[in-house]
């Protein structure tokens, strides 16, 4: 089966630790994208990578990075320097009618 | 802020109804589409409407696109207790070159009664 992937569907981490999520697709897609959403609210776009061993940043980058070695796969760290890490983080993956997005993490900061 | 705004932010309706989601947003756009999420899920798609259409249809669902006023709405027809969700427009807009980046609005959370 074709999909993305997101593990964990939960995380539980203490207060200024930093934390990667995956994000992993085998639908050889080019682009793939790292949203942040909270309660109540839409997705804010956080990076971008068009290609391998490229990424941008989207409007909400401080406190995050991402890697981009491989097509399929598109990790985010959230560091101690986010300063609001408990969220729901998506990621996505492009296809010609928009972003086919993942199941989503949950990352809670105790 | 936010370049999408739905309206209503909820809306509960009995099942059979019929449901209508207002979107408005700011700038140009290459296209709009709408989402739909169930609680602590990811987005599912829903529909694509280009800038230069002004409806389209899938199912039970119809959405309009009126650019000159910069808003669209969704309408599902004959809703369904499993339709209820929180619905999401998204606009296209080109950034960075040329990737088109989705601007989400705040949703509509749409519940169905039994």
């Known amino acids: 089966d074709g999909g993305i992937t997101q593990s964990p569907k939960y995380l539980f981490r203490k207060e200024g630790q930093n934390v990667t999520l995956s994000c992993e697709q085998n639908?050889?897609?080019?682009?793939m994208y790292w949203y942040r959403q909270d309660p109540g609210q839409g997705l804010r776009l956080i990076y971008y990578?068009?290609?391998?061993?490229?990424?941008q940043k989207g409007d909400i980058a401080e406190g995050y990075s991402v890697s981009r070695e491989k097509k399929e796969s598109f990790p985010l760290t959230v560091t101690s320097a986010q300063k609001n890490p408990t969220a729901f983080y998506l990621c996505?993956?492009?296809?010609?009618?928009?972003?086919?997005f993942g199941p989503g993490t949950r990352l809670t900061v105790l | 802020s936010q370049q999408g705004e739905e309206d209503p932010q909820a809306l509960s309706i009995q099942e059979g109804e019929n449901a209508t989601m207002n979107c408005s947003y700011k700038?140009?756009?290459?296209?709009l589409q709408w989402y739909r999420q169930n609680s602590g899920r990811g987005l599912v798609h829903l529909i694509l409407?280009?800038?230069?259409?002004r409806e389209k249809h899938s199912g039970r669902l119809r959405v309009t696109l009126d650019t000159s006023k910069k808003s669209s709405s969704l309408l599902i027809t004959a809703s369904r207790a499993a339709d209820t969700a929180s619905y999401f427009c998204?606009?296209?807009?080109?950034?960075?070159?040329?990737?088109?980046?989705?601007?989400f609005g705040t949703g509509t959370l749409l519940a169905v009664q039994p």
């Open positions: 996505a993956s492009s296809t010609p009618q928009g972003p086919l």
């Open positions: 639908l050889n897609h080019d682009a």
């Open positions: 990578s068009q290609i391998v061993n490229d990424f």
């Open positions: 700038t140009s756009i290459n296209n």
């Open positions: 409407i280009r800038s230069n259409e």
């Open positions: 998204a606009t296209a807009v080109v950034y960075g070159g040329a990737t088109n980046k989705l601007i």
